[in-house]
């Protein structure tokens, strides 16, 4: 799309919106139409779109296309060793589902009952999910990388009867035990009744019979022929859980048509994508962004979507562009956390055996990407010849929120544009007053949504009271996604962190995004989290823990060189007191900083840090601690 018509089209979206999510709507295959568009408030909770109208969501992502894209490759897997792949069909992919489905009716799975999802990233994750979406199940997918305990919770928050699961998985040479994992928690969840394992690593496990179940043996007693259970617009999809900054997981709550709109509709506009497209999103399935943007997304609109069991540096620290290159990947979408990794290591090792000439298109999800990230992801792995697409969204909101697009100018570090009919607003954190014009980096505002879309989440699990009060009840009027934002002289939206992560420094509110991004482009630094602490003037001043280059040597000097490029660079308001040098920083597996846990230690409240079974690297925090200078 070129950037007038970008524009046009979004001024149809927001002035005849109706007309515009309509003509959307369209484009999926419906079993019968909808009569009421949509319907409910952000006041009331009751958000309803295309209310009576009904359609699959496996036959969107994989039956549509066989009439003349059967051949087409639906899914590359590329496994943890470099010699370990498959790539199948749409036509393969539909029997694959059919034969799943008829598994799972085998073992008892009946439309509207929660399937659990635990396994690798391996071709049977995404078959499964469709698998459960052709039959009406509702999926709950669970990280592979959680623990026993996460298990437990997710179970039996929503009372689940199924876990699919596999005798193993692998990342970077080792073997990884899944089933082990499963047995540990269902001692604890007594509504489990079966265990569908799907044959992976061949890893010895123990089957409980009357329970456990080789998917493989009853695969070969099913039929592979499986009609599509026609859905409600607003039937559950799926629940995914993601972590609140307080209690127990929210399971976020979405529905059949209005998601899967939404989730093909930002998919195809944000990152242009073509017919003959290679796509890979490294996400895994266990998060939103493997939902909506490695399945639901990429599926619906025909799309080739590769998905990598590995880790990024392994066996080779080159490994991420040694695939794009073995496959020729044009669209490529990762984390910020990741792409300051790979920096880390050297462009050496990272790039300089790779061509990665097939890429067009670079995706950026989960963090703020901070300005060095961002030019390196630009001028280094795109060679300057890629748009670099930032898109801030969440696991509530289904889809992409706000991004550039990829027909838009670049601007490193902004969110920029709301998507088509998306409305956002930036709200005065006091007064709960829109602001409508520029602000800045020192002075940002609530990040605020204006009207109900129809990827938005319906509900959290048995808590539509939390979701009230979370999402709806903070601004009247608005949903609020619990990010601060500003707008700049050109209304460009950037996104300065959680609120809840908020520095004040003598009454200034400091982003942490912010200065972390400037305390990042020291060119002797890796990564870096920044939190307050107490201090009897300011307030509060920074805390920063600091992560350096592979090359950098950690000297008192070094603190002060840092110290000083901060204050020249964001200005003499950031003042840092301390800066902690650190090899890891806390972060959970799909990669987010846990300020969580940094805030604790630094405030000497290690007592109260609690669980840390989210962390990818739990062995981080005592390191931490022992690190930790005393400032008081
Ligand atoms: C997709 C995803 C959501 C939170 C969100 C933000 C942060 C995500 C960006 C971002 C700045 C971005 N879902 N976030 N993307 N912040 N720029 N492009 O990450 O539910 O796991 O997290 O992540 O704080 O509220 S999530």
């Given at each position: 799309m070129q950037q007038s018509d970008w524009l046009s089209q979004k001024e149809f979206s927001l002035n005849e919106s109706n007309a515009f999510w309509t003509k959307e709507a369209e484009k999926l295959d419906w079993i019968t139409s909808w009569k009421t568009l949509q319907s409910g408030s952000f006041n009331t909770g009751d958000i309803k779109w295309f209310e009576e109208g009904e359609l699959n969501v496996c036959y969107n992502c994989?039956?549509?296309?066989?009439?003349?894209?059967?051949?087409?490759?639906a899914l590359i897997w590329e496994g943890d060793s470099p010699d370990d792949y498959k790539a199948i069909s749409f036509d393969t992919l539909h029997k694959q589902v059919m034969r799943f489905a008829n598994v799972l009716k085998k073992i008892g799975v009946k439309k509207g009952d929660v399937v659990c999802i635990y396994l690798p990233l391996i071709l049977e994750a995404p078959i499964a999910m469709l698998a459960c979406a052709r039959i009406g199940a509702i999926h709950s997918v669970i990280f592979a990388g959680f623990s026993p305990q996460s298990i437990e919770d997710r179970v039996n928050d929503a009372a689940s009867k199924f876990i699919i699961t596999a005798d193993g998985g692998f990342r970077g040479g080792k073997k990884v035990a899944l089933k082990e994992n499963v047995d540990i928690a269902i001692k604890n969840c007594p509504t489990v009744e079966k265990v569908l394992v799907v044959e992976h690593a061949k890893n010895d496990i123990q089957l409980e019979h009357g329970r456990d179940y080789l998917y493989h043996l009853l695969a070969n007693e099913v039929g592979e022929q499986c009609d599509v259970e026609p859905m409600n617009a607003e039937d559950p999809l799926f629940i995914l859980y993601t972590s609140g900054s307080t209690g127990k997981p929210k399971g976020v709550v979405h529905t059949t048509a209005g998601y899967l709109l939404y989730a093909s509709l930002t998919h195809r506009e944000i990152f242009g994508v073509r017919e003959n497209d290679v796509y890979w999103c490294t996400a895994d399935v266990g998060w939103i962004t493997g939902h909506s943007y490695v399945v639901y997304g990429p599926l619906a609109n025909r799309t080739t979507t590769l998905i990598y069991e590995g880790v990024p540096c392994y066996p080779a620290k080159s490994r991420f562009f040694d695939i794009v290159d073995k496959y020729q990947v044009n669209i490529f979408y990762t984390a910020p956390t990741a792409i300051r990794a790979l920096q880390a290591e050297g462009d050496e090792a990272?790039?300089?055996?790779?061509?990665?000439?097939?890429?067009?298109v670079l995706g950026s999800v989960g963090e703020p990407i901070n300005r060095e990230a961002w030019y390196w992801y630009h001028?280094?792995?795109?060679?300057?010849n890629c748009s670099i697409v930032d898109t801030w969204w969440q696991t509530e909101t289904g889809g992409i929120m706000i991004s550039p697009g990829f027909a838009h100018k670049q601007k490193p570090g902004s969110a920029m544009k709301s998507f088509l009919g998306i409305e956002a607003a930036i709200l005065n954190k006091d007064t709960s007053k829109e602001i409508s014009g520029a602000l800045s980096a020192h002075d940002y505002g609530a990040l605020a949504i204006k009207k109900p879309w129809?990827?938005?989440?319906?509900?959290?699990w048995g808590d539509h009271e939390r979701y009230m009060d979370t999402y709806f009840n903070v601004y009247k009027g608005y949903y609020y996604p619990g990010d601060g934002a500003y707008r700049d002289q050109e209304g460009d939206i950037w996104i300065s962190g959680r609120l809840d992560d908020i520095i004040s420094i003598a009454g200034h509110r400091i982003g942490t995004a912010e200065v972390e991004s400037v305390i990042d482009s020291h060119h002797a630094v890796a990564e870096t989290a920044v939190i307050g602490i107490p201090d009897a003037i300011k307030g509060e001043v920074i805390y920063a823990y600091v992560t350096l280059e592979r090359d950098s040597i950690p000297t008192d000097q070094l603190k002060k060189d840092i110290i000083a490029w901060v204050r020249k660079t964001?200005?003499?308001?950031?003042?840092?007191?301390v800066i902690q040098w650190t090899d890891e920083l806390p972060k959970t597996?799909?990669?987010?900083?846990m300020r969580r846990i940094l805030r604790k230690i630094a405030h000497f409240e290690e007592a109260q840090i609690g669980d840390v079974s989210t962390l990818a690297d739990p062995e981080c925090v005592p390191a931490l601690i022992e690190g930790r200078i005393d400032y008081r």
């Open positions: 994989v039956d549509r296309h066989l009439d003349k894209y059967a051949d087409k490759t990272v790039l300089a055996n790779t061509s990665r000439d097939s890429l067009r001028d280094k792995v795109g060679k300057s129809p990827g938005m989440m319906r509900t959290l964001y200005g003499p308001i950031a003042t840092i007191k597996r799909s990669g987010k900083i």
